[in-house]
């Protein structure tokens, strides 16, 4: 089913339209459904080389050749961190890839802000990630299935466009705290605004009148 954004005349949007659409990427955990479209909004700039296939042959490459993980944040981090986006929490059935019913109600705040007039033309990389529990190979395997299970449910759930939304697994190769490589924050989902689907049209104000 598709679901109508809860923004339209409500203070969420009030609050959306006045943050500024321009800023420096954040990866903090977004509280409501202004934060969302806040960080999802925050395009500075976008990386063109950054594709989807190239984050995944990133990630197999350091599987394969069991790059050592360092008190550094990685190459493909490092990149990522420059993308406007946002860091969520969804919860999973152990070991798989079932999204638990309470993480729906999660999908459908991102689903309404990529619904959102704002948003509508831009289309994102859904990202998974591991903590370091287990072998590389497995997580990196897992992460990827999660990840597409997210794009899914987005498509399928929330009727958001299939040509918007790319789906990688990352495994334990973009740790969010290296020190503390089995941390269960480093098990995260994030989502990237990467570019848009088309030419852009009237720049959209960032104030409400």
């Known amino acids: 089913m598709t679901r109508i954004t809860r923004f339209v005349g409500g203070l969420a949007l009030a609050a959306a339209l006045a943050a ?17 479209m806040q960080g999802l909004s925050q395009a500075t700039m976008f990386d063109p080389a950054l594709t989807a296939q190239v984050l995944r042959q990133m990630a197999q490459d350091a599987v394969t050749q069991n790059l050592p993980l360092t008190l550094d944040k990685s190459e493909i981090a490092k990149r990522l961190d420059k993308l406007a986006q946002i860091t969520v929490q969804i919860q999973f059935a152990l070991g798989s890839d079932i999204i638990r019913p309470e993480s729906y109600r999660t999908l459908g705040s991102i689903a309404d802000a990529m619904h959102h007039p704002i948003l509508a033309n831009y289309k ?86």
């Open 20 to 36: 500024p659409l321009a800023g420096t990427a954040t990866a903090q955990t977004p509280d409501t459904d202004a934060q969302i």
């Open 124 to 209: 994102f990389i859904v990202v998974g990630n591991t903590d370091t529990t287990g072998t590389r190979a497995f997580n990196l395997k897992l992460s990827q299935e999660r990840a597409n299970a997210i794009v899914q449910a987005l498509v399928v759930v929330f009727g958001v466009s299939p040509d918007r939304l790319e789906a990688v697994g990352l495994g334990q190769e973009a740790l969010q705290v290296p020190s503390k490589p089995q941390d269960p924050v480093n098990r995260r989902v994030q989502i990237f605004t990467i570019g848009t689907v088309g030419p852009m049209g009237r720049p959209v104000p960032t104030s409400a009148p």
